[in-house]
Structures are given as C-alpha cells and as structure tokens.
Antibody, heavy 119, light 106 residues
Framework: QITLKESGPTLVKPTQTLTLTCTFSDFSLSTSGVGVTWIRQPPGKALEWLAVIYWNDDKRYSPSLRSRLTIIEASKNQVVLTMTNMDPVDTATYYCAYTNYGSGSSSYWGQGTLVTVSS | DIQMTQSPSSLSASVGDRVTITCRAS??????LNWYQQKRGNAPKLLIY???SLQSGVPSRFSGSGSGTDFTLTVSSLQPDDFATYYCQQTYSTPHFGQGTRLEIK
C-alpha cells in the first residue's frame, strides 16, 4: 500500500525559507514513470500545483513560483521541497502525491501539513 | 500557462440526481485532463485520468468525457458520499487545477 506523509514546520516567519519533506513507502522514485508532486491549498481556496520530480530527475516547477522553489530527491524514500522568502499568502496546507508520468495524475496523496506564515 | 475554468462554481442537487460539471481549457489540451474529489479536511482523491479513464476503485457512476478544450465529469446518480468539491487538472503543460465546483445537498 503506497503511503506518503509530509513533515516540516507548522509556523514560519516572513522572509524565512520553508523546507518540507515527503516520506513515502511502497514505491521507488527510481521506477520508470514514477514521480512525486507537491501541491498546496490555502485555507478555503483551490488547489495549486507547485512542483514535480520524476524518476529520471526531470523536475518541473510552477512558472509563477519557479524562482522560489527547489525540489530534490533527498534519499531513496524522501523528496524535499524548499520555498524561499515565505510570505503570509503562502499560508496553506501542503500535500505531496505519487504521480504517474504518462497521465500526470496523482493517485496517492499524503494527509497534508498546514504551514502558517506569520511573524 | 493554460488556464482551466470550471462551471458551475457551486451546485445544489439531491440524492439520485444526475449531475454534470464542466471544465474548459484556455487552449487545446488533447485528453490531458484529470478529475479529483475533495471532502472537507481531506486530501483530494483521483476519480478520472486522461479525460475518461476511471481510476481503480472509483464507483462506475462517475464518468468523464471530452477532448481538446471542453470536458465534463458526470455523476449518474448522486449518492450521499458524493457531496464534496470537485477539481479538474490539466497536465498537457505545466499542470494547473480549475477553481473547483462545490456540490451541495439540496
């Protein structure tokens, strides 16, 4: 059973850098066609796609956030997302998800982690 | 960026109703369109991928259709468990979600 879980700080100050870890099990990021995506959702608002890393180290970013985001494979079962220069508008629940390269669809999701940006 | 516009933004319906939600892309995305269901406080759940393929384990009352710029998600007979928010997502280029459709009980 594929599972994913997000971890990281629940509170960050404006201008700080956010580092989130997605720890997953029952799949490998070295398997062809597999990816891990980060998505966020501000309270009461829609989903926003952030970034994806695929098995072949192909990395893609939201154009509007590209300059602030970095996604890496930190270990055989962890993907890390960093977002620089955090602002209160970045307050959101951040999700990681198992993603299929062919369809781009995300069929397994973590429970999400709420990150609040406030001084 | 390819923008996705869902309609309606909210919808009231009754158990047993047939419901259709529409998603329009700002340019052609072939069949690179996915649908998700999200219940309050939970992560989204994949329902349909590649416009019309039913994800494993999803009830057959859900169906998707369309290609190019216009897509629909249909629930043939609403069940109490189906009242949730639905999102479309294009994956033709940098992925982008629609703004969501909130399906409420009438």
């Amino acid at each position: 059973q594929i599972t994913l879980k997000e971890s990281g700080p629940t509170l960050v100050k404006p201008t700080q850098t956010l580092t989130l870890t997605c720890t997953f099990s029952d799949f490998s990021l070295s398997t062809s066609g597999v990816g891990v995506t980060w998505i966020r959702q501000p309270p009461g608002k829609a989903l926003e796609w952030l970034a994806v890393i695929y098995w072949n180290d192909d990395k893609r970013y939201s154009p509007s956030l590209r300059s602030r985001l970095t996604i890496i494979e930190a270990s055989k079962n962890q993907v890390v997302l960093t977002m620089t220069n955090m602002d209160p508008v970045d307050t959101a629940t951040y999700y990681c998800a198992y993603t299929n390269y062919g369809s781009g669809s995300s069929s397994y999701w973590g429970q999400g982690t709420l990150v609040t940006v406030s001084s | 960026d390819i923008q996705m516009t869902q309609s309606p933004s909210s919808l009231s319906a009754s158990v047993g109703d047939r419901v259709t939600i529409t998603c329009r892309a700002s340019q052609s995305i072939s069949s690179h369109l996915n649908w998700y269901q999200q219940k309050r406080g939970n992560a989204p759940k994949l329902l349909i991928y590649a416009a019309s393929s039913l994800q494993s384990g999803v009830p057959s009352r859900f169906s998707g259709s369309g290609s190019g710029t216009d897509f629909t998600l249909t629930v043939s007979s609403l069940q109490p468990d189906d009242f949730a928010t639905y999102y479309c997502q294009q994956t033709y280029s940098t992925p982008h979600f629609g703004q969501g459709t909130r399906l409420e009980i009438k």
